[in-house]
């Protein structure tokens, strides 16, 4: 794929992920002193631990300073797109996901990391978890993000609950048997609904978990030479189990319920089970939870694949244009250390600790005296994910919930409207699943084009 034409399609891109951090911080860039370096990030409340940290304990270790421009998701990720590429050199370090970060690294944006890593061996390249560190490495082969934290995705549900109705749960359950158990518990209490799953338009709000449901049932978005599917058999039949199980074993308002929804219907006893990220674990297990202890977790649901969990990181990437590319690698090395996850242990609290990427994290005695309930099927489940090949075909291009191109963010928008319709019994999958078709062949259109030219 010529460099070209994905530069143009990333400044095309526009950033539609609803934003699902809190409200924030900002702050210009400080001063741009020899020994200092300029990092922007989003305002996610692990980020706001991090900026609250760093001068008392890294720029004193260290001597650097760390100027931090701190906005809401949408903001900092197009702040991001336009400073990066650019190429204007303002900020070292960015907050990127593992989805930005290999199309960044196509277009040579950031700074591969191979040479900090082998240089800094008390990092412990090998202790961060494998699955992370590929969805964060460029079609060369090359390091170009290193985690902050990371997730996947499980099967939450109240035990008490199913024990109430006489169910266990499998360890790894079907959809179908997600979906039976869904009516079996279904208004079992006053005002309980049998499952949760996000409704709500976005690619990253109903297209997270609704891809991963597609990728087990068989279907794919494209296949691996640009064949747009999304009006397959595979992918109407996962839409249409997906949709119809929210319809008739759902929670109230389910067009509308994201993430934030989802949890909160959850904790306050609305649902007896919910298909989400696996970083939702700890809200579940705060002290203050009314559910504290009442929730088990377990794989997420499969049909024809081993297992189908997302995989999704904060990562931070080095700009190409950096002229402080070895502060910044310091900066980098400390922030996503065993160090750092221990000192916000010690003065947070080990809820707080950005896991979800290094394997010690999983042994570590004072985070699982915090985390011991979903500890082992966090890790278990990031270690089962697989962005390379997500599904039971090919793939065009890396990710599991999301395709690592700069057209999906919009593609799987406004597909997900559609979608969202039908839930809401405006439209039927079909008639969705048909407009989407039309959106991924006009993206699919191109890609195939690029790729005769070059060949």
């Given at each position: 794929?010529?460099?070209?034409?994905?530069?143009?399609?990333?400044?095309?891109?526009?950033?539609?992920?609803?934003?699902?951090?809190?409200?924030?911080?900002?702050?210009?860039?400080?001063?741009?002193?020899?020994?200092?370096?300029?990092?922007?990030?989003?305002?996610?409340?692990?980020?706001?631990?991090?900026?609250?940290?760093?001068?008392?304990?890294?720029?004193?270790?260290?001597?650097?300073?760390?100027?931090?421009?701190?906005?809401?998701?949408?903001?900092?990720?197009?702040?991001?797109?336009?400073?990066?590429?650019?190429?204007?050199?303002?900020?070292?370090?960015?907050?990127?996901?593992?989805?930005?970060?290999?199309?960044?690294?196509?277009?040579?944006?950031?700074?591969?990391?191979?040479?900090?890593?082998?240089?800094?061996?008390?990092?412990?390249?090998?202790?961060?978890?494998?699955?992370?560190?590929?969805?964060?490495?460029?079609?060369?082969?090359?390091?170009?993000?290193?985690?902050?934290?990371?997730?996947?995705?499980?099967?939450?549900?109240?035990?008490?609950?199913?024990?109430?109705?006489?169910?266990?749960?499998?360890?790894?359950?079907?959809?179908?048997?997600?979906?039976?158990?869904?009516?079996?518990?279904?208004?079992?209490?006053?005002?309980?609904?049998?499952?949760?799953?996000?409704?709500?338009?976005?690619?990253?709000?109903?297209?997270?978990?609704?891809?991963?449901?597609?990728?087990?049932?068989?279907?794919?978005?494209?296949?691996?030479?640009?064949?747009?599917?999304?009006?397959?058999?595979?992918?109407?039949?996962?839409?249409?189990?997906?949709?119809?199980?929210?319809?008739?074993?759902?929670?109230s308002g389910a067009a509308q319920a994201g993430f934030t929804e989802c949890l909160n219907n959850l904790i306050q006893g609305n649902v007896a089970?919910?298909?989400?990220?696996?970083?939702?674990?700890?809200?579940?297990?705060?002290?203050?939870?009314?559910?504290?202890?009442?929730?088990?977790?377990?794989?997420?649901?499969?049909?024809?694949?081993?297992?189908?969990?997302?995989?999704?990181?904060?990562?931070?990437?080095?700009?190409a244009a950096s002229e402080k590319k070895d502060q910044a690698w310091e900066f980098i090395s400390w922030a996503s250390s065993k160090e750092y996850?221990?000192?916000?242990?010690?003065?947070?609290?080990?809820?707080?600790?950005?896991?979800?990427?290094?394997?010690?994290?999983?042994?570590?005695?004072?985070?699982?005296?915090?985390?011991?309930?979903?500890?082992?099927?966090?890790?278990?489940?990031?270690?089962?994910?697989?962005?390379?090949?997500?599904?039971?075909?090919?793939?065009?291009?890396?990710?599991?919930?999301?395709?690592?191109?700069?057209?999906?963010?919009?593609?799987?928008?406004?597909?997900?409207?559609?979608?969202?319709?039908?839930?809401?019994?405006?439209?039927?999958?079909?008639?969705?699943?048909?407009?989407?078709?039309?959106?991924?062949?006009?993206?699919?259109?191109?890609?195939?084009?690029?790729?005769?030219?070059?060949?």
């Open positions: 794929m010529r460099q070209s034409g994905m530069r143009g399609a990333l400044l095309a891109l526009v950033v539609l992920l609803t934003s699902s951090a809190c409200a924030g911080w900002g702050g210009g860039v400080g001063g741009g002193g020899a020994n200092s370096i300029n990092v922007l990030m989003v305002n996610n409340p692990q980020m706001v631990d991090l900026q609250r940290l760093t001068a008392e304990h890294f720029t004193r270790e260290t001597g650097i300073a760390v100027n931090f421009t701190v906005l809401p998701e949408n903001d900092v990720r197009n702040k991001i797109s336009q400073e990066f590429s650019s190429q204007a050199g303002q900020y070292d370090v960015a907050s990127l996901s593992n989805f930005e970060i290999p199309i960044y690294a196509r277009s040579r944006w950031i700074a591969p990391l191979d040479p900090y890593i082998a240089a800094d061996p008390e990092f412990d390249q090998d202790d961060i978890l494998d699955p992370m560190a590929t969805s964060l490495t460029g079609d060369d082969g090359q390091i170009y993000g290193q985690p902050f934290y990371g997730e996947s995705s499980f099967l939450m549900y109240r035990t008490d609950v199913l024990a109430e109705a006489g169910i266990t749960m499998p360890a790894q359950a079907t959809w179908q048997e997600v979906a039976d158990i869904a009516a079996q518990v279904d208004g079992l209490r006053p005002g309980m609904a049998g499952i949760c799953l996000r409704g709500q338009p976005g690619w990253g709000q109903i297209f997270a978990p609704l891809t991963t449901v597609v990728n087990t049932f068989g279907g794919t978005w494209f296949t691996q030479d640009w064949q747009a599917r999304v009006d397959a058999p595979e992918f109407v039949e996962a839409t249409k189990f997906y949709v119809d199980l929210v319809r008739e074993y759902g929670e089970m919910w298909y989400d990220a696996t970083s939702a674990a700890g809200s579940l297990e705060a002290e203050d939870s009314p559910v504290k202890g009442k929730i088990g977790y377990a794989a997420a649901p499969v049909v024809k694949t081993d297992s189908s969990g997302w995989l999704y990181a904060w990562a931070w990437g080095i700009q996850e221990q000192l916000v242990g010690e003065e947070i609290g080990w809820s707080s600790v950005p896991a979800g990427k290094r394997a010690s994290t999983y042994e570590n005695p004072d985070y699982l005296a915090v985390a011991g309930a979903f500890a082992e099927p966090t890790r278990s489940a990031i270690e089962n994910a697989d962005p390379l090949d997500p599904g039971v075909q090919p793939r065009p291009a890396p990710g599991i919930q999301f395709v690592g191109i700069p057209e999906f963010p919009a593609l799987g928008t406004q597909v997900s409207q559609e979608v969202s319709s039908a839930i809401a019994g405006l439209t039927t999958v079909e008639e969705a699943l048909a407009q989407g078709q039309e959106l991924a062949e006009d993206v699919a259109d191109r890609y195939q084009a690029r790729e005769a030219e070059d060949s």
